[in-house]
């Protein structure tokens, strides 16, 4: 081919080409180097994201769990009780702190009711100590103040447990009288209508008489 141009500044066709070339492979370089910078950047910014997002997790706090349903409660040993009471008093023309100190002792119940008494656990007077009669029935005080005192029984094996508790207080009355209280608390559930009345006719009359043996033991 010819040169291109006249006889000065000539230029040959491959030159020409080789000139037009030139610019586009230099913006084909910086076009391909930018995509990479792009590239580069674009991972450098999904693994940041990736590390910091447990951090950022962390920080609002994950979703608590919902707790989980408390177990149901096992069944009662006595599913329908029918709870009955008792409460006597007894006038007494002393003032209740002597009154107890005659009748008020844990084993004082040997003077008034005509039980033997033997203090098998804790010390007499205080709370928890627990009384023996007739070297059989079982009795520990659950709760007591200055003047009164709470008992209970323990549930023997093969006996449905009546939840039988009892308590003695000697009640002031003005400065020089006392009313002795006597209270009992228990199921009746395991029997029926007859054996209801009677278990209650029998324990009114005994411890009527016991208060009846206070009043007398107090006043002397």
Same mark, same amino acid.
């Given at each position: 081919? &010819? ?28 076009? &391909? ?32 769990? $919902? ?127 007859? &054996? ?12 009527? $008489? ?11």
């Amino acid at each position: 081919m &010819g040169a291109v141009g006249g006889s000065r500044g000539l230029i040959a066709p491959s030159q020409a080409v080789a000139a037009d070339y030139a610019p586009r492979k230099r913006f084909q370089s910086f076009r &391909g180097n930018t995509m990479n910078s792009l590239n580069r950047l674009a991972v450098r910014g999904a693994l940041v994201c990736a590390l910091l997002a447990p951090a950022a997790a962390f920080a609002q706090g994950a979703p608590a769990a $919902a707790p989980a349903a408390p177990p149901a409660p096992a069944p009662l040993v006595v599913p329908n009780p029918v709870y009955d009471t008792i409460e006597l008093e007894q006038m007494v023309n002393k003032p209740a702190k002597e009154v107890w100190a005659k009748v008020g002792k844990f084993c004082d119940i040997e003077a008034w009711f005509g039980l033997k008494c033997v203090i098998t656990a804790g010390q007499e007077g205080k709370l928890g100590a627990v009384r023996t009669l007739n070297g059989t029935t079982i009795e520990p005080i659950v709760s007591m103040t200055e003047l009164s005192y709470v008992y209970t029984q323990p549930v023997r094996q093969g006996v449905t447990p009546n939840l039988y508790h009892g308590s003695l207080e000697a009640r002031p009355v003005g400065a020089n009288q006392t009313k002795l209280v006597y209270q009992m608390f228990y199921d009746v559930s395991m029997l029926d209508a007859a &054996g209801r009345a009677a278990a209650k006719a029998n324990r009114v009359t005994r411890f009527t $008489a016991g208060l009846q043996k206070m009043k007398e033991i107090a006043e002397k």
